[in-house]
Nanobody, 123 residues
């Protein structure tokens, strides 16, 4: 599956932003999907994940209650709605697809990655 992330940008602290990830290729609904992020000088970290049907979601503690992951299988798209943004949320955000059975937070179990979209939160 090929992934294309979009929707990043510059936002003030406390604001909101939605990033999207469009998939093409093999059937989108057969993949669990995840969002990861990488800040300058840091490793890529898990943000959120969603099951194939959208019925189960998982979040990193740092974003729980502020971010919402969702998907539209008819549009082959996964979204990350980010609210109450903080400067520490500044990073390149990557979407990823996993074909393993369980929904996972493990980066190494995601086999397909998008190119990333920059999110910058100003204080």
């Amino acid at each position: 599956v090929q992934l294309q992330a979009s929707g990043g940008g510059l936002v003030q602290a406390g604001g909101s932003l939605r990033v999207s990830c469009a998939a093409s290729g093999r059937t989108f609904s057969t993949y669990n999907m995840g969002w990861f992020r990488q800040a300058p000088g840091k490793g890529r970290e898990f943000v959120a994940a969603i099951s194939r049907s959208g019925g189960s979601t998982y979040y990193a503690d740092s974003v729980k209650g502020r971010f919402v992951i969702s998907r539209d299988n008819a549009k082959n798209t996964v979204y990350l709605q980010m609210n109450s943004l903080k400067p520490e949320d500044t990073a390149v955000y990557y979407c990823a697809a996993s074909s393993v059975t369980i929904v996972t937070t493990r980066r190494d179990l995601y086999g397909s990655w998008g190119q990333g979209t920059q999110v910058t939160v100003s204080s």
